[in-house]
C-alpha cells in the first residue's frame, strides 16, 4: 500500500505552488495564523505528502504509514492543505481554518482531527513525541518512517536537545528531523535571539547522520531523505535552509508576517505573484501598503 496521491520530482514545483495558493487563501479568510512560517515549508511538505512518505488517506491509522508529526503547530496551515489535497478530507474545510467547531484548528489538534499524528504546538515537544513513536516502531518490529518538521527557534528549547540525545543514543535511524532553518523566529532572528549555529556540528556530536540543503529545492530534498534512509545506525536530520514567506515577495524574510494574515489586497497580490504575476506586489509595496516589518 502506498499513498494513491504520489507524483513525481518534476511535478512537485506545481504541488509546493498550490500549497502556498492554498495558505494564502485559508489564512485571507480565517484572518488570522501564520503565513510566514506555513510558506517557508511548503517545499519540504509537499516533497513528504505527495512523494515520499507512504499514507493512506482513506485509512489514516494504518498501521505501517510512514508517520509525519509538525513539531512547529504554528505553521500546521501548510499540512491541512497537503492532506485535503491528499484527500483526507474536503478541500473546501479548509475555507474554516480557525473556526469555532471546525477540525481545522489553529495548532494540529488530534481530538478534532484524528488523522493527525499528535497534537503540537507547545515548541520543543515535537521531536520527543517523535522519537518516542520511532521507538515504538522498533519495539513492534516495524519499518515505517517517523518524519518531524521543527522549526530552528524551536531548537533553543531544552527538550529538544533531550530528545535528540534521547533519539542518537537510541539509534532510531528510521526517525528523520527536518529543521525548517528559515532563520526567523516570533522576537526576531534567531541569531540576535539564541544563536543556533554550528547547528549542524551539534546535531552530529549527539551521533545523528547529518544533512544541510536547500529546503527550497524539492530534488534536493528528495535525494537527502533517500540518502538518510540509506544511512542505517543513526537517527538522521536534514538541516533545510529556507526563506520565511518564500513565494510572496513582500512576505519573504519579513518577520512581520510571522503572524499575520494577509488583507484582502495582500491575499490578491499574494495569488497573483504565486502565479507568476508580480505586478501587484509590487504596485502595493510602492504605494506603502505593505508593512515591511523586521529584515
Keep these: 500500500m502506498a499513498s494513491p496521491q504520489k507524483v513525481s ?40 505528502y505527495f512523494h515520499l512518505m507512504r499514507h493512506d488517506p482513506k485509512n489514516p491509522r494504518w498501521e505501517d504509514r510512514d508517520r509525519f508529526v509538525l513539531s512547529k503547530g504554528h ?17 473546501e474545510q479548509l475555507a474554516t481554518l480557525r473556526r469555532l467547531g471546525s477540525p481545522l484548528q489553529g495548532h494540529p489538534d488530534q481530538r478534532h482531527l484524528p488523522a493527525l499524528e499528535a497534537s503540537t ?10 522519537a518516542g513513536i520511532a521507538l515504538a516502531g522498533v519495539m513492534d518490529k516495524k519499518s515505517y518512517w517517523t518524519y518531524v518538521l521543527m522549526s530552528d527557534g524551536e531548537i533553543e528549547e531544552g527538550q529538544s536537545w533531550e530528545a535528540i540525545n534521547f533519539a542518537g543514543f537510541h539509534r532510531l535511524d528510521h526517525l528523520i528531523a527536518i529543521v525548517d532553518y528559515n532563520k526567523f523566529q516570533l522576537d526576531g532572528p534567531v541569531k540576535q535571539i539564541l544563536d543556533p549555529d554550528p547547528l549542524g556540528a551539534k546535531w552530529e556530536s ?23 534512509k540509506a544511512a542505517p545506525g543513526k537517527p538522521h536530520v536534514i538541516i533545510a535552509n529556507t526563506v520565511k514567506g ?34 501587484l506586489s509590487r504596485a502595493l509595496v510602492a504605494a506603502g501598503k505593505v508593512k515591511t516589518g523586521a529584515k
Design 9 to 48: 520530482v518534476q511535478e512537485l514545483p506545481s504541488t509546493a505552488r498550490q500549497i502556498r495558493k492554498e495558505i494564502i487563501r485559508m489564512l485571507g479568510t480565517a484572518g488570522s495564523g501564520h503565513p510566514g512560517g506555513s510558506l517557508s515549508a511548503a517545499d519540504i511538505v509537499a516533497a513528504l
Design 206 to 228: 549527539f551521533r545523528w547522520h547529518v544533512q544541510e540543503i536547500d529546503g527550497h529545492d524539492l530534488p534536493q530534498i528528495v535525494r537527502a531523505v533517500e540518502q538518510a
Design 121 to 130: 504546538g507547545s515548541l520543543g515537544q515535537g521531536l520527543s513525541i517523535a
Design 75 to 91: 505553521g500546521v496551515p501548510v499540512q491541512y492543505v497537503a492532506m485535503a489535497l491528499s484527500g483526507y478530507f474536503p478541500k
Design 246 to 279: 518564500k513565494g510572496v515577495s513582500f512576505m519573504e524574510n519579513n518577520n512581520y508576517f510571522h503572524g499575520v494574515a494577509p488583507t484582502a489586497e495582500e491575499t490578491e497580490a499574494a495569488l497573483a505573484e504565486i502565479d507568476g504575476n508580480p505586478s
